[in-house]
């Protein structure tokens, strides 16, 4: 009887109240350091978004500078639903070769041009098949049109690029690209590059101002040229093992944060360009702007052999060329 009691009692005290579903717990894994406009994207827009929208129920934590790894690392922490979000650049193409599309040489001409694509049925039909590598797209961050660095000489012209061994991404159509320009191109992950450059292990890379200079990569390196060759993006992911697991208005918040973020990614991105390269320049680095006309002819057999081998998705390509 005193057990029932007991039992009863206890009944009583939590009758009428409803437990708190357990808190989602957002790990968004990043490779930048926290001055680049990607984290300061997540910790100024997503994560307080987010947090705000779903009421608490969702935790972001951010680890950004590649705390969880690289970016291959990463894309198969996501696959295995281990790491929640991450944006990761065309390195997903060896997963995914569709989001090659985005790395062509010299496709964009402009901002206008690049938002006009992402933010439309291009841009979405650019992402479309990617849950079904176990990555569900959720927008582009932007890693801006890439200009050249180099510690052993200027580049004033493409015949300074015979020979100069220049890390790339891991990524095949950015190896092709310096092939086709005659320089040396090594891949690399972006976490071993500062050393790499530090320690003569490569020339030069290319990347934004923005993702160099939040690197200080001004440190190690003597000369940048704006070739603007290639735009880069970032795309924001979700695993796809998680997100299957998550009730519909988590899912909505997710979304509408992520495009969002994307929007003021980008803003803080392009406000940031001017202030980098002056900072590139005031830590001694001498810029020059060469004339693109036979870098241009140089990279006409990327598109010859990437058509080759992708027949599919020649005519998206073009689309994308014809919106300028």
């Not at 052993?152 to 190896?175: C, D, F, H, Q, Y």
Request: net charge negative; proline share 5%; aromatic share 10%.
């Amino acid at each position: 009887m005193k057990v029932f009691c007991f039992t009863l009692l206890c009944l009583l005290c939590f009758a009428g109240q409803s437990f708190a579903a357990p808190k989602v717990i957002l790990k968004f894994a990043g490779a930048n350091p926290k001055a680049s406009p990607a984290v300061i994207s997540l910790y100024e827009k997503f994560k307080p978004m987010l947090e705000e929208m779903t009421n608490g129920k969702v935790e972001v934590q951010i680890f950004d500078n590649a705390q969880l790894g690289g970016e291959r690392d990463v894309m198969e922490q996501l696959q295995s639903g281990v790491v929640q979000m991450s944006y990761l650049s065309p390195v997903i193409a060896s997963l995914y070769p569709k989001i090659n599309i985005l790395d062509m040489p010299f496709l964009f001409v402009n901002d206008d041009h690049v938002d006009k694509v992402l933010d439309g049925p291009l841009g979405e039909e650019i992402l479309k098949d990617l849950p079904a590598v176990g990555l569900i797209p959720l927008g582009y961050m932007e890693n801006g049109f890439r200009v050249m660095t180099t510690s052993t000489r200027a580049i004033e012209s493409i015949n300074e690029m015979k020979g100069l061994k220049i890390r790339t991404p891991e990524a095949p159509l950015s190896v092709a690209i310096f092939n086709a320009l005659g320089a040396n191109p090594t891949p690399m992950s972006f976490t071993e590059l500062y050393s790499a450059l530090q320690q003569g292990v490569v020339d030069g890379q290319e990347n934004s101002y923005n993702t160099w200079v939040s690197s200080r990569f001004f440190e190690v390196q003597k000369f940048a040229a704006e070739t603007n060759h290639m735009w880069g993006c970032y795309v924001i992911l979700a695993s796809g093992v998680w997100w299957n697991r998550l009730d519909q208005d988590i899912k909505d918040a997710i979304i509408a944060t992520s495009k969002e973020t994307s929007k003021y990614q980008r803003e803080v991105f392009r406000s940031q360009t001017a202030d980098s390269k002056k900072k590139a320049m005031d830590g001694g680095m001498k810029v020059t702007t060469p004339d693109l006309a036979d870098f241009r002819k140089a990279l006409q057999p990327v598109y010859d052999n990437f058509y080759k081998q992708h027949p599919q998705f020649k005519d998206l390509v073009e689309q994308i060329r014809a919106m300028q």
